[in-house]
């Protein structure tokens, strides 16, 4: 039977690392099916269209119809649609969308107002393309992340991540709605048959926080048989290709692989690692983190091309078959 391997994360932290899983797979010639809880909490509305960045990052990255260079949207993409919404005043300036991204978009629209729930859609626009992964909605539920400010206003978090830079002073996150939301039963469905849990190295609090705030989803995490290994996304004490570290800072936590898996946790206490895997430079703090019943080593961590992203995946599998 094929071995069923679950990537938790976010957008392309997740998309990059969800690729190098592929790869090794194909590689290694593994009997493997790849199925991705995706963050929803960054999907918002604008110009009257559902936006879903990380999940779109996903898909363009396994299609291979992402703009590898600007690192989102489409490759040979254009903005005439834009720069018409921009004369009608009806987008913000700060978020520019392609001609090729909005059909995405308007496709995405045109389905949810007909009635399809987040998971159909993430269906329909999965079937276009031989991606080698199933995406999997972490909620059918709208929980859009919103960024709570010094004085006590809320922005929604495209606002606060894109148009601020993250620069704006952040006191901590919200998702309105979450309490009422429960995971998608495809997610439930691949964690319950999963044979390896992988957290992919995603924003901690952004990207897999809200998976992990949905309700019901820490208690199928902590209940599947797979063993659980993270990647972290911070190497040697920065945030790469990120802004990760503005997030940590508001809820409290260091920005150090040590404080990242501290804040997930051992399975063992409470958490929901079972596994985590450092940057070689970390490697001073690996004895630190097995001490709180966490199995960690550190491992080449930059995914820069096909061969680093496939070798930190082999890497993440072989910790979790170490644990099985
Ligand atoms: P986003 O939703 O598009 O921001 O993407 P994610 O949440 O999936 O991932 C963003 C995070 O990925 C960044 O904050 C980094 O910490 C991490 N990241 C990006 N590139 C690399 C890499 O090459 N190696 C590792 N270990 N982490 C990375
Ligand atoms: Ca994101």
Redesign the pocket.
Known sequence: MAQRIVVI????????FVKGVREHVRRAGLDARIDVVV?TA?DWWVSGLRIA??HD?ILYALAGVNDAERG?GRADESERVAAELAVWGTAPDWFTLGDLDLGTHIARTAWLRGGATVSEVYRRLGARWQLGATLHPATDDEIDTHVLLEDGSAIHFQEWWVRHRAQVPAMGFLQHGIALAQPSTGALGALELADIVLF????PV???GPILAVPGMREALRGARAPIVG?????GGS??????DACLAAIGVETSAAAVARHYGARGAGGVLDGWLV?EEDEASVSSIRDIGIETRAVP????DDDTSAQ?AADALALAADLA
């Open positions: 994360g976010g957008g392309v932290g997740c998309a990059r963050n960054d960045p990380d990052s989102w992919a190295p995603s924003n952004v990207s897999i990647v972290s996304g911070i190497i945030a790469v290709r990120g802004m990760a940057a961590l930059w995914m820069r930190l």
